[in-house]
């Protein structure tokens, strides 16, 4: 309930003032030192205020948004575009080694230095840790009991703010809730059976196409064998051609009744020579006579 000194009003004037001048997220806690014992303002009519107040901030630039610790005023995110032309210091990079490390122990929480390492499969820098801690991201939670005490770290409230969370359970979750260890070793098995398949494939491709020196002497040796055929089948034609000749010649000696063909006429005369000469006569002298 609202005493008679205190208005609804006033009281969502003072914590709208209160939250806005605070260097850090009000908490309820905050919130409360406030009033004293005489003003009978509890946690009930506290929120009561707090609804109201995000419900008015619908409609301007500004949301009120409770984070891990607490509440706090801040820019909508559809005007970041806007806003950011304002910035005059470059906002800060990370490594992708940094944001790996980070999001082991925000996911494995608590968690050993050994053990991010083990998963990254790479060596933790001692800046990294050191950033993270001097950024008040992670904290050392413990230390797990085992010989050398390793340090566990985990994650902080600030970090819930600096991303806008409210807890944990905000955070996106891991595909199918499984651990970087088995999703690690199906993508080896995944790229072991691509590339036996790729192996097998050129194995096929080498064992079905022949090889340029066994081609070549293929080729090479049907060209030869081409090439024998046509030269016996050429000497048989010539051999036939001679034959046929020589026996229409001595066919037309013989009858004298049918004229001779050219070939005829130049094998009788052949022959005649050869006959004159056999004699002892000069077949040039007899011819001139």
């Known amino acids: 309930m609202f005493t008679s000194q205190m208005n609804h009003t006033q009281l969502k004037n003072i914590i709208e003032a209160a939250i806005m001048t605070a260097n850090t997220p009000a908490s309820m806690d905050y919130l409360l030192?406030?009033?004293?014992?005489?003003?009978?303002?509890?946690?009930?009519?506290?929120?009561?205020?707090?609804?109201?107040?995000?419900?008015?901030?619908?409609?301007r630039g500004v949301e009120l948004k409770q984070v891990a610790s607490g509440y706090r005023y801040q820019a909508k995110p559809s005007l970041t575009s806007w806003l950011s032309r304002l910035d005059v210091e470059r906002p800060s990079r990370y490594s992708r080694a940094l944001l790996?490390?980070?999001s082991l122990i925000v996911y494995r929480q608590p968690v050993t230095r050994a053990e991010i390492e083990d998963v990254r499969g790479v060596a933790v820098s001692s800046s990294i840790i050191k950033t993270l801690l001097?950024?008040?991201?992670?904290?050392?939670?413990?230390?797990?009991?085992?010989?050398?005490k390793p340090a566990l770290y985990g994650t902080t409230r600030q970090f819930l703010d600096y991303f806008n969370l409210k807890s944990l359970s905000e955070l996106p979750p891991l595909a199918e809730i499984r651990s970087l260890d088995s999703i690690q070793s199906e993508l080896e098995l995944k790229m072991a059976g691509i590339g036996a398949e790729g192996e097998a494939a050129n194995a096929e491709s080498i064992d079905g196409e022949p090889s340029a020196e066994e081609g070549g002497d293929g080729a090479e040796k049907i060209a030869?064998?081409?090439?024998?055929?046509?030269?016996?089948?050429?000497?048989?034609?010539v051999e036939s051609?001679?034959?046929?000749?020589?026996?229409?010649?001595?066919?037309?000696?013989?009858?004298?009744d049918e004229p001779l063909t050219e070939a005829g006429a130049t094998a009788v005369e052949t022959a005649s020579v050869v006959d004159e000469t056999e004699d002892g006569k000069d077949p040039l002298a007899a011819r001139a006579g």
């Open 100 to 102: 790996e490390t980070l």
């Open 33 to 59: 030192r406030i009033f004293t014992e005489e003003e009978q303002i509890g946690r009930e009519e506290i929120n009561a205020v707090l609804a109201e107040l995000e419900a008015e901030c619908e409609t």
């Open 134 to 148: 001097e950024r008040e991201w992670v904290r050392v939670v413990g230390h797990r009991d085992v010989p050398g």
């Open 241 to 256: 051609e001679q034959v046929e000749g020589d026996s229409v010649a001595s066919d037309g000696a013989d009858n004298g």
């Open 224 to 237: 030869d064998r081409d090439g024998d055929n046509a030269s016996e089948e050429g000497a048989a034609e």
